[in-house]
């Protein structure tokens, strides 16, 4: 396909949508033509912010073993001391990411950056595991 612009689709909760096009007979209904990509929304950069902070929580975990950072704090009061010291960081920290990143949206909100930063950047200034007592360590280890 050779590349003429794109179909672009605006979401009810402000996120947008699009596709590349070979030309304008290409649109579906509801779609717009733009010669060049939308610049994203804060919606849209919202959702991915959620879902790369997820993906980072649930990697984290899993580096020590666990299916997710729900699953290693469904660990919490567990009688393996590192599952349970586990599961407490988990915990603490993973409130205060959320706590953090849903300030950061906020923040966003209100005023908006000329250019928003990639979920990377926003991660990298978020609350990291070791500051609420999570240690690294072998899956299924004692610590």
Known sequence: MSMYGYAVTFHADGTTGYRAIAS???????????????????????????????????????????????????????????WNDDAVAALAWRDAVWQAAFQWQQDALANPPSTFPTSQEVIAQLPQPAQYGWVVHAPGSAG
């Open 24 to 82: 304008e007979a290409d649109l579906l209904p509801g779609e717009t033509f733009a010669a060049e990509p939308p610049a994203p929304t804060l919606a849209d950069v919202s959702a991915a912010l959620t879902a790369d902070v997820q993906a980072w929580l649930d990697a984290t975990a899993q580096g020590n073993g666990y299916d997710s950072i729900a699953s290693c704090i469904s660990y919490r009061g567990s009688a393996v001391t590192q």
